[in-house]
């Protein structure tokens, strides 16, 4: 029973049709092309990418930018990991029941709407970083089947009428996530535990949406997005241990 519940809730490998009839349909289909397709370009010539965390196979770059003096570095981390599927990676991603226990930045987590099985809003506030203000963010959540053997999670800020900005401690940031994953194995053989290896691509941009002191906003970020990815990753290989390999 406890196989047939997780493997029922897995990412499914076509789209819902629930969220084609959305409204938000036309926004998240374009926005989850356009960050997938992005995901798996190579930082390598890229211009401006500088690398500022390197630990085994993971590496991230950061792109130093600031707009009205407020830090929007975009992120980009690239990492390898063995013996899980990209399917199983962004299940534990997208999947809210598992999130308090790999997210440490998170304080509280409200489903604000569920869209489909692939489709989800979501209300978050966060852990408040001294000096400034206390941040929230409202984004849908959307898990997809891109080419072969690869799966993908963009989440990316909206509005709600019932949950409006800036209203009580918090001030609202805007993000635009993508974690993007794609598993391969030996050719001509099965995949299994001991042969399947997914490389993940995970790319970030945050708007703070007001004022925070950028010293103090790299420094946390520096810390945080290395410490986000390798629990992160050891947390979905740790689920997985003993279960039946989900493709
Ligand atoms: O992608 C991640 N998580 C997803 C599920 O929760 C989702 C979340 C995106 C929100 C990312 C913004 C996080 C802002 C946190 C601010 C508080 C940090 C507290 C630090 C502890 C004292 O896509 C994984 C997200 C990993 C986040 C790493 C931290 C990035 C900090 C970026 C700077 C934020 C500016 C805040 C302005 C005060």
Not at 65 to 71: A, I, Q
Not at 170 to 179: A, D
Request: with cysteine.
């Amino acid at each position: 029973a406890e196989r047939t519940r997780d493997q029922v809730e897995l990412p499914p490998p076509a789209l819902d049709n629930r969220l084609t009839v959305h409204s938000l349909w036309p926004e998240i289909n374009r926005i989850s092309s356009e960050q997938i397709q992005a995901a798996f370009e190579e930082v390598g010539g890229g211009i401006g990418w500088q690398l500022f965390a390197e630990e085994g196979d993971m590496r991230m770059y950061r792109r130093e930018m600031e707009v009205d003096g407020m830090v929007m570095d975009p992120l980009k981390a690239m990492h390898k990991v063995r013996g899980v599927s990209a399917r199983e990676m962004c299940h534990y991603f997208f999947n809210p029941r598992y999130r308090y226990e790999w997210e440490t930045t998170l304080e509280t987590m409200t489903i604000v709407e569920e869209i489909s099985s692939d489709a989800l809003v979501f209300h978050q506030t966060f852990k408040r970083i001294w000096p400034a203000s206390q941040r929230d963010a409202l984004f849908w959540s959307h898990v997809r089947a891109s080419d072969d053997n690869t799966y993908a999670v963009t989440n990316h800020s909206t509005s709600n009428t019932d949950y409006p900005p800036n209203t009580g401690a918090c001030i609202r940031l805007f993000v635009t996530v993508c974690l993007a994953c794609r598993s391969s194995w030996p050719a001509g053989a099965a995949p299994t535990r001991d042969n399947i290896t997914t490389s993940i691509a995970y790319c970030s941009t945050v708007n703070p949406g007001g004022w925070a002191p950028a010293g103090v906003l790299r420094a946390v970020y520096k810390r945080e997005y290395p410490k986000f990815l390798k629990r992160f990753t050891g947390y979905v290989v740790d689920q997985c241990r003993g279960k039946p390999l989900a493709i």
